[in-house]
């Protein structure tokens, strides 16, 4: 069984508690939903605690930036169970998420509460590439949460059926019904609201469980449905009744059913039937000794010892009973099995008999027409027609989409189009040589990009028109963007709006955007660079705004970037030299750091300067470190960058502060003062950066220029961690010294690269310390692990004694090669441990201020 994690909504005030969970999942939090609970995320015990109105702004902008990317928003399967899943989390009563990992937290010996402090600092850290992700409005910085998912994409995720775009994570009693909870008093039962206030006396002498908002209720040994706002929808008068259930039917549109009905099976007389919730009405008549829901709005009845298959209106689908229940395969698709054989008998939901096929030979294609995949008795494709006659055969590929009411298929190198509801072909005259589908689908229901011996253009299937006419000047037509097609011409590009129909004016380029949110097409002319806004506008894009769309140019893919930074290169060539000086705050630093990743110092300074004149302080920080740089004997000044620094922690610098701090502490172009150094070093902390910290805590954890005080280098580290500047090597230490074993053991665990973790691990197995059980062998075997990372005099002398001769762990050709180190490295042995005294005594406490000698 999987572990799982719960979620409740409480108050953080009184503790007051939403009645039912949230939700569960296995092992941790999906994907999707981690930034809704990132905000003030904190562990107390062994439970966790969020803000819940500031984690839900955190979750809107992330799913707006999956709207944007995948082109979400005017589909109604994403925004119908989103707007459902905010309004969920919005209308919950209580300010905080409470999240429960006991379930998981139990596969590990670490103790619980310290497992909540480290998944804290986990959703901390993920949280960042989240925030990183919505303000550069781009996913990839997700690349590694999304890798460890399994999905591809994240779109793959949010179309997964079960999750239904992160509402199906949720309980659905949250979000479907009223909640109404059952009491008893004398015996019987009734309904009490949220708040205790009773909806329906006791009355009834069961109330089942709610299922879609009704519970089967019970009176005197007969049986009916109740709501749970107390509506008695259809009283206790039957023998029996089923739990609630649903049926669906007519046509599908945007992923779903265009009727759906609650309903349930009842019986009277030892006869069962159908019961509609909405109406009360019998659907079926309790007429049959059993009734089974197959799918959708089909039943298996049975009569005597067949079976019929029927739907809601209690009328026969196929005339044909059966010895064994009706199965089906697919939708529309049902059979029997034939006996003796491994074929099965084949109709479709009009009754006509299709054929006798093997298992997952037939697939669907709209109206009640099939295609019969090559198999073992026919190499090429054929398609069946809903009368059960073949329509064509020899066929070489279909191709049919969900959502689409036509498909089209080829067949000796040609390409046909077919209209099923009117059974006829379409364009026949055409002579079609390759039709294209692409991505249409998204945003378009039967159009098809259709090449044609007299040329290209775009076609209404379900309509029968040209939406574009065939023109052999139109040599290739492809989707761009959402209800937009890029048609390529000799002369240039045009865009295509499936909107309005309309044909744009010729122009060299046409590509996606790299701002979604404002833009639709970027469209190029010449020397200048135009953009489609929402509002079907289009704007000249202006210098300052090269900068920021040169940031984001990751946005853009494939030709469409290749064609950007051409443009770009052109552009800067025309502007000269000087042309970051067009540049915004934002786009001119991050165009300085672009610069000095490639190493082009000269160039970076340049840029940075400007950023010095507008009294922009990352700007002042990054060039100050240029200055500071004593080995680039070029450029360095650092006179110059220390004034930078100042002026730059003047306007409030994390990162200047910090820098300040290094050059007081080591005197370098100002005079020695820890003080000083101390105090910026602070200063840093404070506003944010947690290498300040750590620097502290290495000031008094070394003892170098300040007292050696061990509590404040523990208190300065934890602060540092917090901010996501780790230093377990030394915490390991300090608690090691401090004996606090238990606190050791999490931070060895985080210790992937075995870099410091194998002395310690050593240690603790031969001691059975921190709640490891002792295993001799480990230890062995993490000591020879802690001597290749560095000389540990203790672990030298510990291998000699489990490899010595008298030890069950004798190895002589071991014992000769650490035997020789020692005396190689000058290590002293003590011969009291290799065997010369017997009586071992417990030599650890006089090694722990002098374990890690190197």
């Known amino acids: 069984m999987a572990h799982r994690i719960y979620i409740y909504n409480i108050d953080s005030q009184s503790g007051e508690s939403y009645p039912y969970y949230l939700g569960e999942w296995n092992y941790e939090i999906p994907p999707l939903l981690l930034p809704l609970f990132a905000s003030e995320i904190r562990a107390k015990g062994k439970l966790l605690y969020a803000n819940r109105e500031a984690g839900i702004v955190l979750l809107r902008q992330f799913y707006t930036l999956l709207a944007d990317e995948y082109q979400l928003h005017y589909k109604k399967a994403y925004y119908e169970p989103v707007n459902q899943l905010f309004d969920l989390l919005e209308n919950l009563p209580y300010d905080t998420f409470l999240i429960d990992g006991t379930?998981?937290?139990?596969?590990?010996?670490?103790?619980?509460?310290?497992?909540?402090?480290?998944?804290?600092?986990?959703?901390?850290?993920?949280?960042?590439?989240?925030?990183?992700?919505?303000?550069?409005?781009?996913?990839?910085?997700?690349?590694?949460?999304?890798?460890?998912?399994?999905?591809?994409?994240?779109?793959?995720?949010?179309?997964?059926?079960?999750?239904?775009?992160?509402?199906?994570?949720?309980?659905?009693?949250?979000?479907?019904?009223?909640?109404?909870?059952?009491?008893t008093e004398n015996d019987v039962k009734g309904l009490k609201d949220i708040k205790g206030n009773i909806i329906t006396p006791a009355y009834y002498d069961e109330i089942s469980e709610f299922e879609d908002g009704i519970a089967v209720i019970q009176k005197n040994n007969k049986f009916g449905y109740l709501d749970t706002k107390g509506t008695e929808i259809v009283p206790p008068t039957y023998d029996d009744a089923s739990h609630v259930f649903e049926i669906y039917y007519g046509l599908v549109s945007d992923y779903d059913y265009e009727f759906k009905h609650l309903v349930g099976c009842v019986t009277s007389d030892a006869k069962v039937g159908l019961i509609n919730m909405v109406d009360h009405q019998l659907l079926i008549p309790p007429i049959y000794e059993e009734l089974t829901h197959l799918y959708g709005n089909y039943f298996n009845a049975k009569t005597g010892s067949t079976y019929t298959l029927i739907n809601h209106k209690n009328e026969n689908v196929i005339n044909q009973d059966s010895e064994s229940p009706f199965d089906f395969d697919r939708s529309e698709l049902f059979f029997i099995k034939i006996a003796g054989t491994s074929k099965r008998k084949y109709f479709n939901n009009r009754g006509v008999h299709i054929g006798d096929y093997l298992e997952d030979v037939l697939h669907v294609l709209p109206h009640n027409f099939f295609y019969v995949k090559p198999n073992k008795g026919n190499k090429k494709i054929e398609i069946i027609k809903s009368d059960g006659k073949i329509l064509d055969t020899e066929i070489?590929?279909?191709?049919?989409?969900?959502?689409?009411?036509?498909?089209?298929?080829?067949?000796?190198?040609?390409?046909?189009?077919?209209?099923?509801?009117?059974?006829?072909?379409?364009?026949?005259?055409?002579?079609?040589?390759?039709?294209?589908?692409?991505?249409?689908?998204?945003?378009?229901?039967?159009?098809?990009?259709?090449?044609?011996?007299?040329?290209?253009?775009?076609?209404?299937?379900?309509?029968n028109n040209w939406l574009l006419e065939p023109n052999a000047s139109y040599l290739k037509i492809e989707q761009l963007e959402k209800h937009f097609l890029r048609v390529h011409l000799k002369e240039g590009m045009q865009y295509w709006d499936g909107q309005t129909n309309q044909l744009s004016p010729i122009y060299e380029y046409v590509s996606e955007v790299i701002d979604h949110h404002n833009d639709e097409l970027f469209l190029y002319q010449k020397e200048e660079l135009f953009c489609l806004d929402k509002l079907m506008k289009i704007r000249k894009i202006t210098p300052d705004e090269m900068g920021k769309c040169y940031n984001q140019k990751e946005n853009l893919r494939g030709k469409d970037l290749a064609f950007f930074l051409k443009y770009y290169t052109a552009w800067k060539s025309k502007i000269g030299t000087n042309y970051f000086h067009y540049f915004d705050n934002q786009s001119l630093y991050e165009l300085g750091l672009d610069l000095l990743k490639k190493n082009k110092i000269e160039e970076a300074i340049e840029v940075l300067k400007i950023?010095?004149?507008?009294?922009?302080?990352?700007?002042?920080?990054?060039?100050?470190?240029?200055y500071t740089d004593t080995e680039d004997q070029v450029h360095a000044n650092l006179a110059l960058g220390l004034e930078l620094y100042e002026k730059a922690a003047k306007l409030g610098e994390k990162n200047a502060w910090n820098n300040l701090g290094y050059h007081y502490q080591n005197g370098l172009g100002c005079k020695k003062d820890i003080d000083k150094a101390v105090n910026a070093y602070t200063k840093a902390g404070e506003l944010g950066n947690g290498l300040g910290w750590a620097n502290l805590g290495d000031l008094?954890?070394?003892?170098?220029?300040?007292?050696?005080?061990?509590?404040?280098?523990?208190?300065?580290?934890?602060?540092?961690?917090?901010?996501?500047?780790?230093?377990?090597?030394?915490?390991?230490?300090?608690?090691?010294?401090?004996?606090?074993?238990?606190?050791?053991?999490?931070?060895?665990?985080?210790?992937?690269?075995?870099?410091?973790?194998?002395?310690?691990?050593?240690?603790?197995?031969?001691?059975?310390?921190?709640?490891?059980?002792?295993?001799?062998?480990?230890?062995?075997?993490?000591?020879e692990k802690a001597m290749q990372i560095g000389v540990y005099h203790h672990a030298v002398n510990q291998l000699l004694y489990y490899y010595r001769p008298a030890s069950e762990y004798a190895d002589e050709v071991q014992f000769a090669k650490w035997y020789a180190y020692a005396e190689e490295n000058n290590i002293e042995i003590d011969l009291k441990i290799l065997g010369l005294d017997k009586q071992r005594k417990d030599t650890l406490g006089s090694f722990f201020k002098n374990l890690f000698k190197k």
């Open 103 to 183: 379930d998981v937290f139990n596969m590990n010996e670490e103790r619980k509460s310290e497992q909540a402090k480290d998944w804290v600092i986990e959703i901390q850290q993920k949280n960042k590439s989240y925030l990183k992700a919505t303000k550069s409005q781009s996913l990839k910085p997700l690349d590694s949460i999304l890798k460890a998912s399994g999905y591809q994409n994240f779109l793959e995720a949010l179309k997964t059926d079960w999750i239904n775009y992160g509402l199906g994570y949720w309980n659905e009693d949250v979000y479907k019904h009223d909640y109404a909870e059952v009491f």
């Open 396 to 463: 070489d590929q279909v191709i049919t989409l969900s959502n689409y009411q036509t498909f089209v298929y080829r067949k000796a190198k040609k390409w046909f189009i077919y209209n099923p509801i009117n059974e006829n072909y379409l364009k026949e005259d055409a002579n079609i040589q390759k039709i294209e589908i692409d991505y249409l689908a998204n945003f378009f229901k039967d159009i098809y990009i259709l090449y044609t011996e007299i040329g290209n253009g775009i076609f209404d299937a379900f309509n």
């Open 611 to 626: 950023g010095v004149q507008r009294k922009h302080p990352q700007m002042m920080t990054e060039l100050a470190m240029i």
């Open 700 to 783: 008094y954890y070394h003892g170098q220029w300040v007292e050696k005080d061990e509590d404040k280098a523990l208190d300065y580290y934890l602060k540092a961690q917090k901010l996501y500047y780790f230093n377990s090597d030394k915490l390991a230490d300090i608690y090691f010294t401090k004996e606090d074993y238990k606190k050791v053991l999490p931070l060895l665990k985080k210790d992937y690269d075995e870099e410091f973790s194998p002395i310690y691990y050593a240690i603790m197995y031969e001691r059975g310390l921190g709640g490891l059980k002792i295993n001799l062998k480990k230890a062995i075997s993490y000591y």
